[in-house]
């Protein structure tokens, strides 16, 4: 079946780059959020993304109007009516998360499929809250999702079949490569592996080992990484990573999820990274 409607619920990070992605692969999208304020900051991200894709001569400016105006920002849930697909990028809490699915199952038809963002929490206990979990799937995006290639598509315990195809073959129209893992799976394959590796990092400079900077340069240069560790914290949120880390240690038990305090004494201070202007860095 194709998607004639998508619709993304949160217009932070992953959302707004969700709803972007979709308006630049023609669809017509309903982006909702909680207020105006948070929209009209999201609206002017987008644009002035692709007002510098417009300077660098990468598009021209009827394909941004053309994109911006497939994009329907509002704050009314009731839209996700008229979808046949909808995606949900809200923060990363297991309560929020049930509460609006339960919210899906009332407002759409048990034909649309219903795809978290979620990074760690479990697809079975949001699909729990629904009447058709079957429909429920995971399908994580990574930041920032017009340009990363990967999107992970995560099953739950009753995900049918039919509803991985139809993630899968949708990731495609949108570019992307979907890799799906087999079963239920916390953090799926990317951030589970990366897990540890973010931790140690931020142990290190805790331990007063190096600066961030040096830190990231020493991880670029001599391990060949694109992006330092302490720079992706930063970009991902370090309330995120938290949350993650949570999800991960209660889930698996072991020691090298365990949240470091220096991530949580951060998130404390509304260190979140790049979204508030600092964390490792200052921005
Ligand atoms: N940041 C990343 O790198 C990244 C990558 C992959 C997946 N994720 C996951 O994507 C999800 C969103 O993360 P993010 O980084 O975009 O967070 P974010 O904080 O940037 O955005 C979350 C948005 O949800 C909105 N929101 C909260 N409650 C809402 C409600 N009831 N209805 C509508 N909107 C509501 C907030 O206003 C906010 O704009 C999380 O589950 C996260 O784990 C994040």
Known sequence: MDIKKPFVLGAGIMGAGIGQLCAQKGYDVDI??????????AKSKVQKGMERRIEKGKITQEDMDSVLSRMHWSTDIEKAGDSDFVFEAVLENMDLKKEIFGKFAA???PETTLATNTTALSISQIASATTHPER???????????????????????TSDATVERAKAFAEKL?????????????GIVSRVLAGFLNEAAVVYADGIASPQNIDDAMKLGAGLPMGPLALIDMIGLDIHLAKMETLYAKLGDERYRPPAIIKDMVAQGKLGKKTGEGFYKY
Do not use: Q, Y
């Open 32 to 41: 909702v959020d909680i207020s105006d304020d948070v929209l009209d900051k």
């Open 136 to 158: 429920v799937i995971g399908m994580h995006f990574f930041n920032p999702a017009v340009i990363m290639k990967l999107v992970e598509i995560i099953r739950g315990d009753e």
């Open 107 to 109: 407002i759409c038809s």
């Open 175 to 187: 570019g992307k490569v979907p890799i799906a893992t087999f079963k239920e799976a916390p953090a």
